[in-house]
């Protein structure tokens, strides 16, 4: 068993760094709390590549298979026996992989911010949002337990919302943090109601115990839980598709992923950590977690997976090819490449070679970290020099920003699936599980792989080629060795992490996977990524009037593109006509006319009422005697003739 | 431990308050007093486990008992269990809070002091009390003391806001003195709790009782439809008088409802579950809505109230021991939270005079630590992990989950909506206020929180971090008690 501590410690020193930047920055560390932040993160980086190697090489795999761990689980709140909310940590491959990716992407822009975001006022509050944000994310990835992993996920939540609305006296970056939180509340209100039916139908929160109940469709809780129906679906089927909802609002999957262009109001290093290499991620790692019961008992859901991945990764490509803001190109280009590791669970099944998808999507999950992280990097680098995220304001860097150029190029060549980049093998595993389980999606994303390599050509020919650079006055070089450490280092991964046999150490049933590589397969991929980079060399290289050409020849596909297929303007029109002034404002201009109306007339009627019986007590004698004698008459004739 | 010093406390603080020379006196006495009450509360709570750990498992502890009417068979009957500690705790820490905030009433200061001592008492008094007609008399005490609160020190259309509060809940103290007088009549003449749980009353009876009981303190804890006394006494109340009205007052409701209607008439309860659960989830989610649409700091805290406490009847309704330990819970840390998100509207608007969203902005820049209390209250108000009302909602919900048929799951959705809407109400308040750039230039000149503010509001954060991040405690106070209410719906 591992070592409890050590692996503790890794979310928890950030969340020291959160408490204590938090607290004292401000006013006491000042410059220097980015330097505690940066040193509290490389002993958490550190500590989670020994786990990782403890894990993979010292545990090892025992039966063929590796070990799942949980060295601690705490009761932190008990609802009855059996069922409890558990604070724990989980060790079994996809946990100690994302370990891994986060505490390092999380240490490059610890690194990289010291430079990026000198000088800034708030300095020692982003340094302290983004321990927040780490420990959040770690606690997140380790979470032995349903709920647990609800907890962690509301945290990275709200993180985001604090480093979105960063620059919080800019009305648009707070309108981001807004938008990015409540969408995705939205979404978690799905998981939440997922998670209940979850626990009820498995009498368990516990992550392990719950699987485990949940995929033997011989025990009783299945057999309950897929009698009772609503609406034609099994209790479970439901259960794993609003789960599936969260999720997908965490990842900007479509039709949740409206906020998460407009969250690049954020600082760069915050988008490349949160939006692109972890936090959006989230998404498929529930899925992946979930994994045996999505594949074995809701088969149904799992398609439905595959074919929201697929839709999103084809409609964030055709909007990233027409956007001219370099952050929000990145940002679709994220929500497509997500989409890619959607599917890739969607395609797969459990267990050995039709495992495939699995392995492929955290293979996927993991390069893309790299290389997304290093594209939105260097897209800070270039931000940081020429001040705009308009690609139109900018053209022949190369010569200003080497070491940006270069790296950003590597990205750019990783992402489009370019051998022998990373994102070229896990890319390739990806559509081979398509192909394999899905013909429909894989069409889907070999138009989707041509379409990336296009749109991230386009971007890197406007930053880099183009028009040539004016210089105006005098310019800051590329931001020195701790802006480009980090840009270098991620480029050796986005470079070299393909040639992880990746396989070997994480499949959906912890044995290992031998991935065969198909030479004639990987023709038609390659073959259209590098038809799209020639594309794009053709139309950008140098400026020219060929794009508006295009442009105007796609006529109302590019609009609707362009516009990104007013699918915000529908959200507007829901949230701003149906729930502001169709729900909102009826009800509180109901509470204030007609519940308080109505105690409102109680009190007046009660007051108009004794305004006329005041008059009774007159204080004149003469009417007391006469109300007596009508009284006297009135019951003598009562008891008279009424009740004898 | 004592229980008679829970009210020794303050009524002596109050005796003090009154023969005090001078404001800073009366100030510093009701402080001292304030924090001898906290240690008190402490300690009980202390004494409380030490019981428990000793397997000491009467249903009360701490029991006294002396006659006072012998003819009519009332008597002084304390003793406390979990539910009761735990609102006593919470009482003690608004009572801290409030008497901080009011550091600078300029106006009738040891008048103002008297009174939210006294109504300090009338809660802690109701808390421990096992006899009804004490329990009724000490409930009664509470409620003067809000009526002067708002009428003398209150602002806006306060004469009005105070007659609507006053007369609502004596209408709902009234509707209660007969419920009271029915159970006194049936179980052979004895308005004694804990032996009222021993006799079981026929089902008719109960039948009528319940709603009496029931929608007489529902009208304190703003039961819909009966709540409008809440957005019109809380905007016209004074801080102190808020955070008193939603942290204490608004839990002595709640506490009656399920204390005295749901487990002396557990029939009665199981009759009216549904309608309970009916009006408490259409009460969350109006609320909320009507919340998004307010401008007014104190509406917008005031209708999400209404939402919150919404959980705490919901639960009740809900009849399973998980979803009862959520609704106390709620209770709690609703507490904590509207006294705190009122101290905070309360800094905010002693500064900018102005308490509309629309007319704030950029407050961030000016005063870091206000907005950062801000911030933490509403995250608290919209349910986030590690913060007190995410505890509360989500035992609410799984405990709710238990009940397998349509209706709870659909009115346990429906509840669980208002998640998002709490998210878009609290984040547009704060964002309005809070974030964006500063619109009105005279803001700049605005000073953050003063020692008394700041301590006000440490203490209140740290009550709501204590339960957000350690909820154990606070469950293991709560769900033994909530057992013995079940066991005894359940007919054991």
Same mark, same amino acid.
């Given at each position: 068993?591992?070592?409890?501590?050590?692996?503790?410690?890794?979310?928890?020193?950030?969340?020291?760094?959160?408490?204590?930047?938090?607290?004292?920055? !401000?006013?006491?560390?000042?410059?220097?709390?980015?330097?505690?932040?940066?040193?509290?993160?490389?002993?958490?980086?550190?500590?989670?590549?020994?786990?990782?190697?403890? +894990?993979?090489?010292?545990?090892?795999?025992?039966?063929?298979?590796?070990?799942?761990?949980?060295?601690?689980?705490?009761? $932190?709140?008990?609802?009855?026996?059996?069922?409890?909310?558990?604070?724990?940590?989980?060790?079994?491959?996809?946990?100690?992989?994302?370990?891994?990716?986060?505490?390092?992407?999380?240490?490059?822009?610890?690194?990289?911010?010291?430079?990026?975001?000198?000088?800034?006022?708030?300095?020692?509050?982003?340094?302290?949002?983004?321990?927040?944000?780490?420990?959040?994310?770690?606690?997140?990835?380790?979470?032995?337990?349903?709920?647990?992993?609800?907890?962690?996920?509301?945290?990275?939540?709200?993180?985001?919302?604090?480093?979105?609305?960063?620059?919080?006296?800019?009305?648009?970056?707070?309108?981001?943090?807004?938008?990015?939180?409540?969408?995705?509340?939205?979404?978690?209100?799905?998981?939440?109601?997922?998670?209940?039916?979850?626990?009820?139908?498995?009498?368990?929160?516990?992550?392990?115990?719950?699987?485990?109940?949940?995929?033997?469709?011989?025990?009783?809780?299945?057999?309950?839980?897929?009698?009772?129906?609503?609406?034609?679906?099994?209790?479970?089927? $439901?259960?794993?598709?609003?789960?599936?909802?969260?999720?997908?609002?965490?990842?900007?999957?479509?039709?949740?992923?409206?906020?998460?262009?407009?969250?690049?109001?954020?600082?760069?290093?915050?988008?490349?950590?949160?939006?692109?290499?972890? /936090?959006?991620?989230?998404?498929?790692?529930?899925?992946?977690?979930?994994?045996?019961?999505?594949?074995?008992?809701?088969?149904?859901?799992?398609?439905?997976?595959? $074919?929201?991945?697929?839709?999103?990764?084809?409609?964030?490509?055709?909007?990233?090819?027409?956007?001219?803001?370099?952050?929000?190109?990145?940002?679709?280009?994220?929500?497509?490449?997500?989409?890619?590791?959607?599917?890739?669970?969607?395609?797969?099944?459990?267990?050995?070679?039709?495992?495939?998808?699995?392995?492929?999507?955290?293979?996927?999950?993991?390069?893309?970290?790299?290389?997304?992280?290093?594209?939105?990097?260097?897209?800070?680098?270039?931000?940081?020099?020429?001040?705009?995220?308009?690609? !139109?304001?900018?053209?022949?860097?190369?010569?200003?920003?080497?070491?940006?150029?270069?790296?950003?190029?590597?990205?750019?060549?990783?992402?489009?699936?370019?051998?022998?980049?990373?994102?070229?093998?896990?890319?390739?595993?990806?559509?081979?599980?398509?192909?394999?389980?899905? /013909?429909?999606?894989? $069409?889907?994303?070999?138009?989707?792989?041509?379409?990336?390599?296009?749109?991230?050509?386009?971007?890197?020919?406007?930053?880099?080629?183009?028009?040539?650079?004016?210089?105006?006055?005098?310019?800051?070089?590329?931001?020195?060795?701790?802006?480009?450490?980090?840009?270098?280092?991620?480029?050796?991964?986005?470079?070299?992490?393909?040639?992880?046999?990746?396989?070997?150490?994480?499949?959906?049933?912890?044995?290992?996977?031998?991935?065969?590589?198909?030479?004639?397969?990987?023709?038609?991929?390659?073959?259209?990524?590098?038809?799209?980079?020639?594309?794009?060399?053709?139309?950008?290289?140098?400026?020219?009037?060929?794009?508006?050409?295009?442009?105007?020849?796609?006529?109302?596909?590019?609009?609707?593109?362009?516009?990104?297929?007013?699918?915000?303007?529908?959200?507007?029109?829901?949230?701003?006509?149906?729930?502001?002034?169709?729900?909102? !404002?009826?009800?509180?201009?109901?509470?204030?006319?007609?519940?308080?109306?109505?105690?409102?007339?109680?009190?007046?009627?009660?007051?108009?009422?004794?305004?006329?019986?005041?008059?009774?007590?007159?204080?004149?004698?003469?009417? +007391?005697?006469?109300?007596?004698?009508?009284?006297?008459?009135?019951?003598?004739?009562?008891?008279?003739?009424?009740?004898? | =431990?004592? @229980?008679?010093?829970?009210?020794?406390?303050?009524?002596?603080?109050?005796?003090?308050? @009154?023969?005090?020379?001078?404001?800073?006196?009366?100030?510093?006495?009701?402080?001292?007093?304030?924090?001898?009450? &906290?240690?008190?509360?402490?300690?009980?709570?202390?004494?409380?486990?030490?019981?428990?750990?000793?397997?000491?498992?009467?249903?009360?502890?701490?029991?006294?008992?002396?006659?006072?009417?012998?003819?009519?068979?009332?008597?002084?009957?304390?003793?406390?269990?979990?539910?009761?500690?735990?609102?006593?705790?919470?009482?003690?820490?608004?009572?801290?809070?409030?008497?901080?905030?009011?550091?600078?009433?300029?106006? *009738?200061?040891?008048?103002?002091?008297?009174?939210?001592?006294?109504?300090?008492?009338?809660?802690?008094?109701?808390?421990?009390?096992?006899?009804?007609?004490?329990?009724?008399?000490?409930?009664?005490?509470?409620? #003067?003391?809000?009526?002067? @609160?708002?009428?003398?020190?209150?602002?806006?259309?306060?004469?009005?806001? %105070?007659?609507?509060?006053?007369?609502?809940? *004596?209408?709902?103290? %009234?509707?209660?003195?007969?419920?009271?007088?029915?159970?006194?009549?049936?179980?052979?003449?004895?308005?004694?709790?804990?032996?009222?749980?021993?006799?079981?009353?026929?089902?008719?009876?109960?039948?009528?009782?319940?709603?009496?009981?029931?929608?007489?303190?529902?009208?304190?804890?703003?039961?819909?439809?009966?709540?409008?006394?809440?957005?019109?006494?809380?905007?016209?109340?004074?801080?102190?008088?808020?955070?008193?009205?939603?942290?204490?007052?608004?839990?002595?409701?709640?506490?009656?409802?399920?204390?005295?209607?749901?487990?002396?008439?557990?029939?009665?309860?199981?009759?009216?579950?549904?309608?309970?659960?009916?009006?408490?989830?259409?009460?969350?989610?109006?609320?909320?809505?009507?919340?998004?649409?307010?401008?007014?700091?104190?509406?917008?805290?005031?209708?999400?109230?209404?939402?919150?406490?919404?959980?705490?009847?919901?639960?009740?309704?809900? &009849?399973?021991?998980?979803?009862?330990?959520?609704?106390?819970?709620? =209770?709690?840390?609703?507490?904590?939270?509207?006294?705190?998100?009122?101290?905070?509207?309360?800094?905010?608007?002693?500064?900018?005079?102005?308490? *509309?969203?629309?007319?704030?902005?950029?407050?961030?820049?000016?005063?870091?630590?206000?907005?950062?209390?801000?911030?933490?209250?509403?995250?608290?108000?919209?349910?986030?992990?590690?913060?007190?009302?995410?505890?509360?909602?989500?035992?609410?919900? *799984?405990?709710?989950?238990?009940?397998?048929?349509?209706?709870?799951?659909? %009115?346990?959705?429906?509840?669980?909506?208002?998640?998002?809407?709490?998210?878009?109400?609290?984040?547009?308040?704060?964002?309005?206020?809070?974030?964006?750039?500063?619109?009105?230039?005279?803001? @700049?000149?605005?000073?953050?929180?003063?020692?008394?503010?700041?301590?006000?509001?440490?203490?209140?954060?740290?009550?709501?971090?204590?339960?957000?991040?350690?909820?154990?405690?606070?469950?293991?106070? &709560?769900?033994?008690?909530?057992?013995?209410?079940?066991?005894? #719906?359940?007919?054991?």
């Amino acid at each position: 068993m591992p070592n409890a501590t050590t692996i503790a410690l890794i979310p928890l020193l950030p969340l020291a760094g959160f408490l204590l930047l938090g607290l004292f920055g !401000r006013k006491y560390l000042k410059s220097s709390s980015g330097l505690i932040g940066t040193a509290l993160l490389l002993t958490s980086t550190i500590l989670a590549l020994y786990t990782a190697y403890e +894990y993979f090489f010292v545990y090892g795999k025992v039966n063929g298979a590796y070990q799942q761990f949980i060295p601690l689980q705490l009761t $932190w709140l008990e609802f009855s026996k059996g069922v409890s909310i558990d604070m724990g940590l989980l060790l079994d491959p996809i946990s100690v992989m994302m370990l891994v990716v986060v505490s390092f992407i999380s240490l490059m822009v610890h690194i990289y911010s010291l430079g990026y975001m000198k000088g800034e006022e708030r300095f020692a509050t982003y340094y302290s949002f983004l321990g927040l944000f780490t420990f959040s994310m770690l606690g997140l990835v380790l979470a032995s337990n349903i709920f647990q992993i609800y907890i962690f996920w509301e945290l990275v939540g709200v993180s985001s919302f604090l480093l979105i609305g960063y620059y919080y006296d800019k009305p648009s970056a707070v309108a981001a943090s807004k938008k990015a939180f409540i969408v995705t509340r939205f979404a978690d209100l799905g998981f939440l109601i997922g998670i209940l039916i979850l626990s009820f139908s498995s009498g368990t929160l516990d992550f392990t115990t719950l699987i485990q109940r949940l995929t033997s469709p011989e025990s009783n809780e299945v057999k309950t839980a897929v009698v009772s129906t609503f609406l034609g679906a099994s209790a479970l089927t $439901w259960g794993a598709a609003l789960v599936f909802i969260g999720g997908a609002g965490k990842s900007a999957m479509f039709p949740l992923h409206i906020w998460l262009p407009d969250a690049m109001e954020g600082p760069t290093p915050v988008s490349a950590l949160i939006h692109a290499a972890t /936090m959006v991620v989230a998404g498929v790692y529930l899925v992946a977690r979930l994994f045996p019961v999505f594949a074995l008992t809701t088969p149904a859901v799992l398609e439905i997976i595959g $074919w929201v991945g697929a839709i999103s990764a084809i409609i964030a490509a055709v909007i990233a090819c027409t956007q001219t803001d370099i952050k929000r190109i990145l940002a679709y280009s994220t929500m497509s490449q997500i989409g890619y590791m959607m599917f890739a669970l969607g395609v797969s099944k459990y267990g050995g070679e039709a495992g495939l998808g699995y392995t492929a999507s955290m293979f996927h999950l993991f390069t893309h970290a790299m290389f997304k992280a290093l594209l939105f990097l260097g897209a800070g680098a270039v931000i940081h020099y020429i001040h705009s995220n308009d690609m !139109r304001d900018m053209g022949g860097l190369r010569k200003y920003l080497p070491v940006t150029h270069i790296t950003f190029l590597i990205a750019c060549l990783a992402i489009a699936g370019v051998p022998p980049f990373a994102g070229f093998f896990s890319k390739e595993e990806i559509l081979l599980a398509a192909y394999q389980n899905n /013909m429909a999606i894989y $069409w889907i994303a070999l138009i989707t792989s041509g379409l990336t390599a296009f749109y991230m050509f386009r971007l890197y020919f406007n930053i880099f080629w183009s028009k040539p650079h004016e210089v105006h006055g005098e310019k800051h070089g590329e931001g020195g060795f701790v802006m480009m450490l980090p840009l270098v280092l991620l480029a050796v991964g986005a470079a070299a992490a393909g040639f992880i046999p990746f396989g070997e150490f994480v499949s959906s049933d912890g044995k290992a996977l031998v991935s065969h590589f198909h030479l004639e397969f990987s023709i038609a991929p390659v073959g259209l990524g590098l038809a799209g980079i020639f594309a794009a060399l053709w139309l950008y290289k140098k400026q020219n009037d060929k794009p508006q050409k295009l442009a105007a020849a796609l006529g109302g596909l590019y609009n609707a593109a362009y516009h990104k297929f007013y699918i915000d303007e529908i959200y507007f029109f829901i949230t701003k006509k149906v729930l502001f002034n169709l729900i909102g !404002r009826p009800a509180a201009w109901f509470d204030r006319n007609i519940v308080d109306g109505m105690v409102n007339l109680t009190g007046n009627t009660t007051q108009a009422v004794s305004e006329g019986i005041k008059k009774i007590q007159s204080g004149k004698v003469q009417q +007391y005697a006469i109300y007596f004698l009508a009284g006297v008459i009135v019951l003598a004739t009562l008891f008279i003739y009424v009740l004898r | =431990m004592n @229980l008679l010093l829970l009210i020794g406390a303050p009524l002596l603080t109050a005796v003090a308050v @009154l023969l005090s020379r001078n404001k800073a006196q009366v100030k510093w006495i009701s402080l001292v007093g304030s924090v001898a009450q &906290l240690a008190l509360a402490f300690a009980l709570l202390y004494a409380f486990r030490q019981e428990r750990a000793q397997n000491n498992m009467s249903q009360m502890l701490f029991e006294l008992n002396y006659k006072l009417f012998d003819s009519l068979n009332i008597n002084f009957h304390f003793g406390v269990d979990g539910i009761s500690v735990a609102m006593i705790l919470l009482t003690s820490f608004v009572v801290i809070a409030g008497v901080l905030v009011s550091w600078n009433i300029e106006k *009738m200061t040891k008048e103002f002091y008297f009174l939210l001592i006294l109504l300090a008492l009338g809660a802690y008094g109701f808390f421990i009390s096992l006899d009804l007609f004490i329990l009724f008399f000490f409930l009664e005490i509470s409620v #003067i003391p809000k009526y002067l @609160l708002i009428g003398i020190w209150g602002s806006g259309k306060k004469e009005y806001s %105070a007659n609507k509060l006053a007369l609502m809940l *004596m209408g709902g103290s %009234a509707l209660i003195l007969v419920g009271m007088l029915g159970l006194y009549f049936t179980a052979g003449h004895s308005f004694d709790i804990m032996t009222l749980s021993k006799t079981s009353i026929p089902a008719n009876i109960q039948n009528l009782l319940f709603p009496l009981l029931f929608v007489g303190f529902g009208v304190f804890t703003a039961l819909f439809p009966l709540h409008t006394w809440v957005p019109d006494g809380h905007s016209s109340a004074p801080t102190a008088g808020s955070m008193f009205l939603a942290g204490i007052s608004m839990k002595l409701g709640g506490y009656g409802c399920l204390r005295i209607a749901t487990y002396l008439l557990p029939e009665g309860a199981k009759e009216y579950a549904n309608i309970i659960i009916i009006l408490s989830a259409i009460a969350i989610l109006y609320g909320a809505f009507a919340t998004m649409m307010q401008k007014d700091l104190k509406y917008i805290n005031a209708y999400s109230s209404v939402s919150h406490v919404g959980f705490s009847l919901l639960g009740i309704g809900m &009849l399973t021991q998980t979803a009862i330990t959520g609704a106390l819970m709620q =209770m709690v840390s609703h507490g904590l939270m509207t006294a705190l998100f009122f101290a905070v509207i309360g800094m905010i608007y002693d500064r900018t005079h102005t308490r *509309m969203t629309n007319e704030m902005g950029g407050l961030m820049k000016v005063m870091p630590f206000i907005t950062t209390v801000f911030f933490i209250v509403g995250l608290c108000s919209l349910g986030l992990p590690g913060l007190s009302g995410f505890v509360a909602e989500m035992t609410v919900f *799984m405990g709710s989950w238990e009940n397998s048929d349509a209706f709870h799951r659909i %009115a346990t959705i429906a509840a669980a909506m208002s998640i998002v809407v709490t998210a878009v109400y609290i984040l547009r308040a704060i964002g309005q206020t809070a974030m964006g750039p500063i619109t009105n230039t005279s803001h @700049l000149q605005l000073k953050d929180a003063a020692w008394n503010e700041k301590l006000a509001a440490i203490i209140l954060v740290a009550g709501i971090i204590a339960i957000g991040i350690a909820p154990g405690w606070l469950n293991d106070l &709560l769900r033994p008690a909530a057992e013995e209410i079940m066991n005894r #719906i359940a007919g054991k």
